[in-house]
């Protein structure tokens, strides 16, 4: 194993590596002597997410690369003119689509030496993956599940078919030393490869003097607890009177927080609805603190673009979160589902501004780890190792 991609396994946590991360070090093997011919299956960019936004990642630094070669099959595809129809109807819509993955996947997946398919938890997994999982297997394929669900725990004790299907996966990767973790629980040996953030897509600024401006914008559903954000900015907003806050976003619960903000009386808000990319850029420029109160989360990359940006994060201690940034050093981390904990960390922030400019200096020296060239080679050592072990155990072709 290189020394680069060593770093990347051993960072993965401020702590030691666990005894799973130790075992599940990259082993050195022979590369093929031809491009590794890799499929990668993942969301598209149709689907907004942290899934679609990592493997658009990948591809883009794979594309460079001359001992690979990628292709790429949408767990989402697009249905042909007048079929598209068929996916804005609820139900339908998933029939559908997963028939058209599936007929995809079993059409092209045999021309490749590594499956590389991307796994979110539940029914997810249920119809993106296990599917893959088994046609890779059919076409004696080995396959790398890249998970990266925050809901793994429940999803790996509380599905039956979880933990023996994953089991046939030749290598699990995961972007956070808190997955490794959970899987190491379950008896399953997981690798860190972190996620991937484009540093030059943020401008960088340390915020002096700070103001009361926040931002929040993770999507609306429960495990996110949105309204935890609001009822913190409530507290805050009767310190700072001035203060404001955007909520950027969208999700079932959208008309709920809405109603909620009314109920708190809170002012100077707005909910901005979904931004792109470069747009969240922008509202990262605008904002001087951002607050983020999830009760299940993984390895937000929310987090680390901020840091890119010299923007202050105050965040629960949800799932991987204290495994990225730590308290009072990049980060201002408090217990679950408590706003006014949230709250009060927030107004320590405003009421301290060395301490903004500190979590700013160290937030952003710590980005340098979640760029292309820090987890390229770890993700062209497990492609060429996958390949490698894939030839070997294929049969031998008489002649």
Known sequence: MTMMAHQIVQDSRSASASPVEAASHVAAVRPIERPVRVCV????????????RQAERLLKGLEAESSVEVGFIPHNPRLPGPLRLLQRIKYVRTIVTSLVYWSIAAARLWRYDVVHVYSASYYSYLLSVLPIIALAKLYRKPVLLNYHSGEAEDHLQNWRTAIPT???ADLIVVPSGYLVEVFGRFGLAARVIPNVVELGAFRFRERSPIRPAFLTSRLFEPLYNVQCVLRAFAVVQRRFPEASLTVAGDGSMRPRLEQLAVELGLRHTRF???VSSTGVADLYEAADVYMMAPNIDNMPVTIIECMASGLPVVTTDAGGIPFIVRHDETALIVTRDDHEALA????????????????????RAECARYTWPMVRQAWL???HELAAHGDSRRPAVST
């Not at 009060?344 to 937030?363: C, D």
Request: glycine share 10%; aromatic share 4%.
């Open 41 to 52: 299956l993942a969301p598209s960019l149709d689907l907004v997410g942290g899934q679609a």
């Open 166 to 168: 994953i089991r046939w």
């Open 272 to 274: 901005v609805g979904r």
């Open 344 to 363: 009060a960390q927030a107004i320590r922030l405003l009421e301290h501004e060395s301490l903004a400019t500190r979590l700013a200096r160290n937030g």
């Open 381 to 383: 050592e497990a492609y």
